[in-house]
């Protein structure tokens, strides 16, 4: 699943699938609101879904009815990591903590599902066929009980006869108790839901005139009685009846008949799925959807046919999912070996989705985020992130279907794989370089921030109370730079042995990570035994590095040090098995005296000696960021420089820039701090930053993130106590600076790019006007007189949104009768496009003007406004939440709109509102005034009645 950050980053999946994407809207670079925008629904995404307000998974042994703190009442099932027992009739419980260690294979399996859905405008009934067998470890008599929430029991059947020997309890359904049940029977049962009213779109819920489902983590439960968790795989047969008035009718699978219902204005279709899966890929989709249509051809030369569906006046900006659908399927055979295995694959895109988008076997049903593009309403972000997302959940046919997780838990077996996947899959279409770069820039700004907080968690927890608040960046992006370490350590060819022994092994299995590290280690011949410390261990590891030149031996000297820092429950750390992968550039020529090589660490503290060193060297460290920490390295502004213009790293340019830009904002914010009076910039930091510009690069993309000064939150998380606004005036001051003493270059850059040619989707075409885009922001932070000017043009002149947003970006910040035009001019030209309209309220809350709260307030009483859409209130309060310098404003009013906001939206969507909580997860890294002010927000939110476990989880958790 793809996890959707707000339209202003993306990210993740990944609705960051869920995947995990943090591509800016704003020229394909991340500014420094828009990565916090993307950790504020940091899981996940996603690629993913977002729902469900109950407690779910790990359940302890019975409890009597408890009414919790928060107030609300929830039932609990009496077995460990199901609701496999007798549950006491209207028995209820606090939100129960779930535990790894607690899992226990269910009592009874099904190996069959036949389910008829009949759908009415105001009722939908189901009717449930199970073929049940008992376990053989379980006990004859036992009885079996189900999940269902939200459900509407008529009828009972065994074997086709009536049944009264069953309980319903709060969330559940217990078959049996007074008599045994069969080994083997086949249970149905019907009920009535009403999908019209779900609002946490989880489950079977209207969207629009569209029906649609997502039944990750536990929406299936929403629509029948089941054992909704991931290891019950079964065989589906799915028959849908809807009125003729909603002609598409769509599930897993083949579709094997359909037909008119006699004497009615309804019809039907009947789906079956081959391969058996577990609940949570199961999807139905009844609607009045256009499509656009192509075939594929395998490797074994089966034809494939493709649809993608979205309403009907969407179908002209289709056709570059369809591509990036070819393109993965091709890909998946080139790279993995992976062929599809079913007769059709359909892409549904729906307006209301909790996530970025789901791998519902043979139907993925997307976010229109994710699904949408044309160059009138899509920037270049958002058509690789189309992209990226449709190959993520493409991928995951193998990767998380055929191959599936055993519990909630192993999570990242299937989407820290899958996201590695997708980003390999990015990196071969466009650039190596560049998508690294991305990756990393939203590691550091997201799941960094998730290592440092009280969330803090492995990247496969050992406990959750609502599964839903584990969709995060650790999963998604740090569980991918897991999968990435694996390849860095075994080489390309091995890795790819373990991937199709795992494949191999466990098709058709719900398997656990350990199953990953054991073909990995099996296909290599290598001891993987500590390597598992990545899955068990939290926290964001520090890697420290010492080097010596000795010119008398030739020889370089390089201590390495391994610690990290403690995390709720983890006081202390063991070492990881660590690939570092370094070279050495001499001084002379600006030549590798050492190519990159491989170091393992797996001690606390290494020490390596490089020998026939001719020339002094300067160290280039974790080239192609070969593992997932911070790293601890002194080195000279003159070595940073040198770095920037001769490593042979591209990766590596870019992060000694990095790291030199960020010493100077740091130096400056010291300096604001100490007397409010910021130092003039090192020369030697001006003329890198020139030289960088005023270079002729193949590859202005690069070029554009090398000229790209580091965002608020990768800065923020370098210090121990965060002053939002002198950090936000430092990182200003420097971008104003350089924008000053480099005028002429920026405009000569400027107007060199400034062709007026006709918009193409291409990668050279994306660096111009990535470049272009950056050199108009500069333009504008230097503060000249025809700033506004030249803002208005880029505006007016713009023949993509690209350009478009990334004009008014700047202007929303530039109080006039520019501002209002723009504005005005760009909601007209929108012609009621949701995903434009998105933009158009996310620009205004990333505003930094000091009336930025106020309209946001307002904004929430526009008509095009609503909470009820996970998407329009990503893209206003999510988004003001990532908007440093104003969300932290001294009075607090911008911390009670948002805790406000949360309570609203709990009552709706619990997943979402969980998400919005994320811009207080570091409240205790500010200052005592904000602190006690945001402590005060998140305890008013916890005195809510009937507060969702979601909410409930995460409120709780950054109090500790």
């Known amino acids: 699943m793809n996890f959707l950050r707000s339209s202003a980053v993306s990210g993740a999946k990944s609705a960051f699938s869920r995947t995990t994407r943090t591509v800016s809207a704003n020229a394909g670079l991340h500014t ?32 009597k009815a408890v009414k919790s703190s928060h107030g609300r009442v929830r039932g609990v099932a009496a077995r460990a990591f199901s609701s496999q027992a007798v549950a006491e009739k209207d028995t209820a419980a606090a939100p129960v903590e779930k535990f790894r260690k607690d899992y226990a294979h269910p009592p009874y399996w099904v190996k069959h599902v036949e389910l008829d859905i009949q759908i009415n405008d105001g009722k939908t009934t189901v009717v449930s066929k199970l073929t049940i067998e008992r376990d053989a470890s379980t006990a004859e008599g036992e009885p079996m009980t189900l999940d269902g929430e939200d459900l509407k029991l008529r ?33 149905e049962t019907e009920v009535d839901i009403v ?80 391969f058996p899966k577990p609940s949570y890929l199961f999807a139905v989709v009844v609607g009045n959807l256009g499509k656009i249509s192509d075939t594929f051809t395998t490797m074994s030369g089966r034809k494939v046919e493709l ?79 189309v992209e990226g997302v449709i190959g993520h959940e493409y991928f995951h046919n193998w990767s998380g279907n055929r191959v599936t997780c055993r519990d909630w838990f192993q999570l990242t077996l299937k989407e820290g794989l899958t996201v590695f996947r997708d980003q390999e899959f990015s990196a071969d279409m466009w650039s190596h370089a560049v998508k690294r770069i991305e990756e990393v820039v939203g590691l550091r700004g997201r799941q960094f921030q998730e290592d440092a907080g009280p969330m803090a968690h492995p990247i496969r927890p050992e406990s959750y109370i609502a599964m839903d608040n584990f969709y995060t960046a650790t999963v998604y992006t740090k569980g991918a730079e897991v999968i990435r370490m694996y390849h860095t350590l075994l080489g390309e060819e091995t890795f790819r042995k373990g991937m199709d022994l795992y494949f191999e092994r466990h ?16 296909a290599s011949g290598r001891d993987l035994t500590q390597f598992e410390r990545w899955y ?94 911070r790293l601890e390295l002194e080195q000279s502004d003159q070595d940073l420089a040198y770095l920037m213009a001769h490593d042979t790293d591209a990766f590596n340019q870019w992060d000694a820039g990095q790291r030199l830009m960020t010493r100077v904002i740091l130096d400056t914010y010291e300096s604001l701090k100490a007397d409010g009076s910021p130092k003039p910039l090192p020369n030697q930091f001006v ?73 193409e989707l291409t990668s050279k075409a994306m660096g111009e006007r990535t470049m272009r885009n950056l050199c108009l922001r500069y333009l504008i932070a230097s503060g000249a007189d025809d700033r506004e000017s030249i803002a208005d043009a880029h505006f007016k002149t713009a023949n993509s949104m690209t350009d478009k947003i990334a004009a008014l970006g700047e202007l929303v910040s530039l109080p006039g009768e520019a501002r209002e035009a723009a504005l005005k001019t760009f909601y007209d030209d929108a012609k009621g496009d949701a995903l434009v309209i998105n933009k158009w309220f996310t620009q205004q809350a990333l505003a930094s003007s000091p009336d930025t709260l106020d309209q946001v307030k307002a904004l929430t009483e526009h008509p095009e406004f609503t909470l009820k859409n996970p998407n329009r209130a990503r893209s206003l309060v999510g988004a003001f939440g990532g908007n440093m310098p104003i969300f932290h404003s001294e009075d607090g009013k911008a911390y009670e ?51 969702s476990p979601d909410t409930f989880e995460v409120a709780t958790q950054y109090l500790k």
């Open 195 to 274: 999908p019209e009213d779900n609002t946490q779109l989880s489950g079977l819920y209207k969207s629009g005139s569209t029906y649609c489902t997502q039944c990750e983590a536990e929406g299936f439960r929403r629509i029948t009685y089941h054992l909704d968790r991931p290891d019950v795989m079964a065989k589906y047969r799915v028959r849908v009846e809807a009125d003729k008035s909603w002609p598409v009718l769509l599930s897993n699978g083949n579709m094997i008949d359909s037909g008119d219902v006699a004497g009615s204005s309804r019809h039907f279709a009947v789906f079956e799925d081959p």
């Open 307 to 385: 649809n993608v569906f979205s309403e009907p006046e969407n179908v002209d900006a289709l056709d570059h999912a369809m591509e990036s659908l070819k393109k993965s399927m091709k890909w998946d055979e080139e790279r993995f070996g992976r062929e599809y295995d079913l007769d059709v694959y359909h892409i549904v895109a729906v307006n209301d989705f909790n996530m970025g988008a789901m791998e519902n076997k043979g139907l993925n049903v997307f976010n229109t985020a994710l699904t949408l593009a044309k160059p009138e309403t899509a920037t270049d972000g958002d058509y690789m992130r």
């Open 32 to 63: 420094a609101a828009t990565a916090q925008v993307a950790s504020n629904f940091g899981l996940n995404s996603q690629p993913k879904g977002l729902s469900q307000s109950t407690a779910k998974g790990f359940c302890p042994v019975e409890k």
């Open 507 to 522: 098709d058709g299995e719900a398997v656990t990570c350990d199953d990953f590290r054991q073909a990995m280690a099996d």
């Open 897 to 947: 709109f948002l805790a406000d906001t949360i309570v609203k939206m709990d009552e709706l969507n619990p997943q979402i509102a969980a998400r919005l909580l994320g811009p207080f997860g570091l409240w205790k890294r500010y200052d005592n005034k904000r602190q006690g002010m945001m402590k005060a927000q998140i305890e008013k939110i916890l005195k809510k009645d009937n507060l």
């Open 536 to 629: 068990t261990q939290a926290g964001t590891p520090v890697l420290h590095a010492e080097g010596v030149y000795n010119p008398e031996k030739s020889t370089y000297t390089l201590t390495l040090k391994q610690s990290c820092p403690a995390t709720p429950g983890q006081p202390e750390k063991l070492p990881f098995h660590m690939p570092v992968k370094l070279g050495l550039i001499g001084k002379e020529d600006g030549k590798e005296v050492l190519a990159s090589t491989l170091v393992e660490l797996t001690d606390e503290t290494q020490t390596l000696e490089f020998q026939d060193i001719k020339q002094v060297p300067v160290l280039s460290i974790l080239r192609g960021y070969s593992a997932p920490v």
């Open 687 to 759: 003329e890198a930053v020139r030289s960088v510009l005023s270079s002729k690069s193949s590859d202005l993309m690069l070029q554009a993130y090398m000229l790209n000064l580091p965002n608020l939150q990768t800065l923020s998380g370098t210090l121990d106590v965060i002053d939002p606004i002198k950090l936000h005036e430092a990182r200003k001051y420097v971008q104003s600076s350089l924008a000053k003493t480099l005028e002429k270059e920026f405009r000569d850059k400027y107007a060199e790019l400034s062709t007026g040619k006709e918009y």
């Open 155 to 187: 009828s009972v059947k065994i074997d086709g006869q009536p049944f009264k020997d069953y309980e319903e309890g709060k969330n559940t359904l217990t078959i049996g108790g007074s008599e045994a049940l069969p080994a083997s029977f086949v249970l």
